[in-house]
């Protein structure tokens, strides 16, 4: 093993030294650590194993990824009717889908952290009042640490057993559905991609399990994004809109409003928070188009003395966003039996609000001598949201003399080296001697030095030569180490490497009677989600 992470371990410094190797420092200790969670093969057949390796061939390969980037294809509304051909194959009619009372979420950021919001708060009411609200979905997109987060009923992710069943019951009407002539659409037993059908499999489970109310974050965009075949939702929502996605949704914030706006749905209600003018114009006009009267929410002032965390700025507006949401959606549920209280939130909101658990955004975690500052944002605003969260976080454990840590990463998208210089930037400028991260790692998303993948993150859409060769990693080193000449950077091949790696920092600065290492992990859902499995020995969920 030791072999194995000596050889592959690349290092780029601008201070390395050559009578201290830091691999002999890094290796010698936690390495015992070592966690191998990988599952039990399973033996029956239609298991959750068996689900998600069928799962996984319904992913869009690089090379067919590449192709179209090059070709400039983009979704159309061939998408949406796409997937109203697959609802009708599996069974469903779209007005089915309204049956869900469904809250529709798109926006660049904060999109997940709003859902979960609403479902926390439609959740508490379903406790409390079951006869109206027998069961409460949630869909959210991507997932952490296992696909089966993705469908949640009253706030769990849906068993291993029940999404096995559902996905494989999705999967044979599929396969034996026979096209009658007029049904050209698609061929025969087609299969939408992957996250099409994950949306589809959820209103087949949300369905099926005769959920009252369902929350739905989109994939990307809104206009020709899979959850888009809604017909009328008890409200639609657009979180915080910025940059993302470009290639998919066009590279100016107007464009991306255009795509995000397509979910607002005439006769249903429609929220979106301050905006920056670009977007803010361009979701009025779409509003004004489908006559629908879109409410711009300044802070909810009812927050006041509700513990939001973390205690920032972007998240108050998801909450915000949230209350409407969970308010419109009440309304319809229980008629004039909920009356919105201007004054004062009800304690099911509060409650709802405060408990809300959302993983992988914002969590601290203690271990050792080591804080762990996980975070899975993945554009350049959030990251520097995620940033400014981890140097109040340091400056509010008074812990600022600790060695900073950082373990990045983000796949596939080459411009995810702009990611860095707000990341650099944000937590220099936050320390009185301007001192950033001392070390710096980039590791790919491979979750195991040995076994590599764990099978809900097997994806082929990445270019397998570039992580062998961790191209991508090697671009971030030698930015960062333009940005900050006196971090000491890493490449690394895996998360558990990297783990082992700062452990190993935190480790030996104990012995010299260091303070607690910070260490932050961010820019990417796959590395926090991997990297939450390892710190946790488990499944995390
Ligand atoms: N309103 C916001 N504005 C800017 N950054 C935000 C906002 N909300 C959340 N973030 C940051 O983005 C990260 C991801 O949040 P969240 O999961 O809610 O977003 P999302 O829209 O679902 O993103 P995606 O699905 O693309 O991963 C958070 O950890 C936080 O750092
Ligand atoms: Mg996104
Ligand atoms: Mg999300």
């Not at 979960?116 to 009042?129: G, K, M, P, T, W």
């Not at 099926?208 to 929350?215: D, F, R, Y």
């Not at 409003?257 to 670009?278: N, R, Y």
């Not at 004039?336 to 914002?362: N, S, T």
């Amino acid at each position: 093993m030791h072999h194995v992470l000596l050889r592959r371990t690349l290092y780029i410094s601008s201070r390395i030294s050559s009578s201290s190797s830091p691999s002999k420092t890094i290796f010698t200790l936690s390495t015992l650590n070592f966690v191998t969670t990988s599952r039990k093969m399973a033996t029956k057949s239609r298991t959750y194993n068996d689900a998600i390796d069928a799962l996984n061939t319904l992913q869009t390969p690089f090379a067919v990824i590449e192709a179209r980037r090059k070709a400039g294809v983009r979704p159309d509304a061939t998408s949406v009717s796409e997937m109203r051909a697959y609802l009708s194959r599996i069974g469903y009619s779209p007005s089915d889908l309204d049956r869900l009372n469904i809250v529709h979420v798109a926006g660049t950021k904060g999109k997940g952290s709003t859902c979960a919001f609403v479902d926390s708060i439609l959740s508490r009411y379903q406790s409390s009042h079951p006869s109206v609200l027998q069961k409460v979905g949630l869909f959210t997109s991507p997932h952490l640490i296992a696909v089966r987060e993705r469908i949640r009923i009253n706030s769990r992710p849906i068993s291993e057993e029940l999404f096995a069943k559902y996905f494989f019951e999705v999967w044979d009407r599929l396969e034996s559905f026979s096209p009658s002539e007029e049904e050209e659409v698609l061929p025969k037993a087609s299969k939408p991609i992957y996250a099409r059908y994950l949306t589809l499999m959820s209103y087949h489970v949300f369905l099926s399990e005769n959920v009252s109310a369902a929350v739905y974050e989109t994939g990307i965009g809104g206009e020709y994004d899979a959850t888009n075949v809604v017909p009328s939702p008890v409200a639609s929502g657009i979180s915080t809109l910025g940059i993302d996605h470009v290639f998919v949704l066009g590279k100016t914030v107007d464009k991306i409003a255009w795509h995000k706006a397509g979910i607002m749905k005439t006769g249903s209600p429609a929220f979106t928070i301050e905006q920056v003018p670009e977007a803010a114009a361009v979701l009025k006009s779409r509003a004004e188009e489908k006559g629908v009267e879109l409410k711009v929410l300044g802070i909810d002032k009812r927050l006041e003395g509700v513990n939001v965390r973390p205690d920032a700025n972007f998240q108050k507006k998801n909450a915000t966003l949230a209350i409407a949401l969970a308010e419109t959606a009440l309304k319809k549920l229980f008629g004039g039996e909920f009356k919105v209280d201007e004054a004062k939130l009800p304690k099911e909101f509060k409650e709802g609000i405060e408990q809300v658990v959302w993983r992988g955004r914002c969590e601290v975690k203690e271990e050792g001598n080591i804080i762990w500052h996980v975070d899975g944002a993945h554009t350049v605003d959030s990251l520097k949201m995620a940033a400014r969260w981890f140097v109040t976080e340091c400056g509010a454990r008074e812990k600022k003399g600790g060695k900073k840590v950082l373990i990045f990463n983000q796949q596939g998208r080459s411009e995810a080296v702009d990611f860095l210089d707000g990341l650099c930037h944000t937590v220099k400028n936050a320390d009185p001697e301007g001192k950033g991260f001392e070390e710096v790692i980039f590791c790919t998303n491979v979750t195991y030095a040995e076994t590599g993948y764990k099978r809900d993150f097997v994806n082929h859409q990445y270019n397998p030569a570039d992580i062998e060769k961790m191209t991508q990693q090697r671009i971030f080193a030698e930015k960062w180490s333009a940005l900050d000449p006196d971090a000491k950077v890493r490449v690394i091949p895996s998360i558990e490497e990297a783990l082992i790696t700062a452990r190993a920092l935190a480790a030996s600065d104990e012995k010299e009677g260091g303070q607690k290492v910070q260490a932050l992990i961010t820019g990417s859902l796959h590395l926090v989600g991997g990297a939450l499995g390892i710190l946790e020995k488990a499944d995390a969920l």
